[in-house]
């Protein structure tokens, strides 16, 4: 059980618990929204939990007394929209002038390669909390980094290759957070053959 | 938090979970199987969990001290195979001539007729343990027999319409059991626009 690499709350790590729900909220209650609206199937997945010791009360529900955090295999979020299976997960940073490539772990790049190789539509959501600019980033782009911070110990995507690279992600009404039209955006660049590389 | 809904294993219905924990486990280790071998990425969702209290000791890993399981609100596997999402949840009955209704929640009939909205290729993946035959069955044909359960209070889809209307799964060597041919022949049939109906 590798700890680091869990995304799980923990008194050390508050903050960035805390930065990470703000997304992540945001994201489900859009997500809700679309789904209210019939306009996209988009879950957040439950965090793993491997169980050992529940108890079954009468009359009463199932009390897990120990369980511990299991790493995800996967990434945060999937789903169906306009018949295209959708993956990414969410990340937050309060750097401004570059993402930082420590918030990757590779099961999820690993994961989103699979996901590409199959025809997925797969991307990072990454938010610079203090610019407050949002933008999904192909994950070609992100593997592209990956392959450099390995090869060559890059440790960030600069900020300027993500505006250039990447699809802006604006605020509205209703959603608050409007992502599909960036979705579409990608769905366009990658069915035209854009590869981003 | 509606308890008789949610697919835990409680004692009194452990025959059920064990019986539950054979299809999904010979189902994982295909998944497992057809990821290695970058045919499919299908996953198991895991149960949701709602922590109430999580211990953290210094130099040991997070404790889930108290929590409760929450009903899902979508079926059990997902992912992405041949730029289709695929979305089904596994059923297990020891009925010999029919499947009951039953085993369906309406959370999951809700989740999946959104799916096929939007592009999706679903199914429920039946097992008749008593058989030993397994059938994917288009999602459709359950909601046509959910329907009927509505307002003709049908109990059961019978295993005639089932053989008739599903595709048969065979057992093979690696993997044991080879879904992937019969989700081709979903996929096939929807693609013609044959409805099944
Ligand atoms: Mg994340
Ligand atoms: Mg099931």
Known sequence: LAKKTIDIPTPHKSIYAKRGMS??????????????????????????????????????????????????????????????????????TRNKRSFPLKNFHQHQITHLKECVAQGGICFAFIKFTELDELYILPATIVFHYWHLKEHHHRSSIPLTQIK???????????????YLPAVDQLIASVNKGVTHE
Chains 1, 2 share one sequence.
């Open 23 to 92: 997304l992540e909220k945001e994201i489900n209650e859009s997500n809700q929204y679309y789904l209210a609206t019939h306009q996209a199937v988009i879950h957040k997945k439950p965090t793993p939990i491997q169980l050992v010791h529940v108890d079954y009360p009468k009359r009463s529900a199932a009390v897990v007394r120990e369980a511990y955090f299991r790493r995800p295999s996967t990434t945060d979020y999937n789903g169906v929209y306009k018949g295209y299976y959708i993956d990414f997960d969410a990340k937050e």
């Open 164 to 178: 250039a690279d990447g699809i802006r992600v604006h605020y509205g009404l209703n959603p608050r957070l409007q």
